[in-house]
């Protein structure tokens, strides 16, 4: 049987291999890697947020009595544990008057003071910053008077109130806008013990 030869023009084997071709490449398409394998981390090796809450600078903690103010002195852990939840009374914009909250505030802490004769308490007047420290000064006063107006008509005795006002000089805060004023429009209740061998 013969063999035969056949010979194909170059363009036509061309023409065959071009489908076959477009098959393999296709079309490009991205292809998204696989994602790496998660290895579980232990909890004590993460790192841990701070515990201790640190105040932004010229902002003290809602819980402490200004820089100027005193802090409570001479209580025992059962006093310093019966302390009210709250110690200051905040007043609107150019108000020296108490409103429903500052009274039920006020009634907390006269109810404290009964029952520890032994303690006395100083109210601290402040102010925010707008306004001449002279009208500040009168305006922290009238505010602290307020408040223990409240402290003796629920039973406190005058003898056990100190007042003092720092005007605009014991910031809390130092933006100037109303979220910060109204921190500062405020009476602070600090308390000291009367020691033994004290009058």
């Given at each position: 049987?013969?063999?035969?030869?056949?010979?194909?023009?170059?363009?036509?084997?061309?023409?065959?291999l071009l489908p076959a071709s477009l098959?393999?490449?296709?079309?490009?398409?991205?292809?998204?890697?696989?994602?790496?394998?998660?290895?579980?981390?232990?909890?004590?090796?993460l790192p841990q947020p701070p515990t201790q809450r640190y105040a932004a600078p010229g902002v003290q903690s809602e819980d402490l009595n200004g820089p100027l103010g005193g802090?409570?002195?001479?209580?025992?852990?059962?006093?310093?544990?019966?302390?009210?939840?709250?110690?200051?009374?905040?007043?609107a914009t150019n108000s020296s008057q108490v409103n429903v909250h500052g009274r039920h505030i006020a009634l907390d802490n006269a109810r404290f003071l009964l029952k520890f004769?032994?303690?006395?308490?100083?109210?601290?007047?402040?102010c925010d910053q707008r306004g001449t420290q002279e009208y500040n000064l009168a305006l922290g006063n009238r505010r602290a008077?307020?408040?223990?107006?409240?402290?003796?008509?629920?039973?406190?005795?005058?003898?056990?109130?100190?007042?003092?006002s720092f005007g605009k000089d014991n910031l809390l805060c130092?933006?100037?806008?109303p979220k910060c004023w109204k921190r500062n429009r405020r009476v602070d209740f600090v308390y000291h013990a009367m020691l033994p061998n004290s009058n």
């Open positions: 049987m013969p063999l035969f030869r056949v010979r194909l023009p170059i363009m036509h084997i061309l023409w065959m098959l393999l490449t296709g079309c490009a398409q991205e292809v998204s890697p696989r994602p790496a394998a998660r290895i579980p981390v232990p909890a004590h090796a802090r409570n002195k001479y209580l025992s852990d059962a006093e310093l544990a019966a302390l009210p939840t709250h110690l200051r009374v905040h007043f004769p032994h303690v006395n308490v100083r109210l601290e007047g402040n008077e307020s408040v223990a107006r409240l402290l003796e008509a629920d039973g406190v005795s005058a003898r056990r109130i100190q007042m003092v130092y933006a100037n806008d």
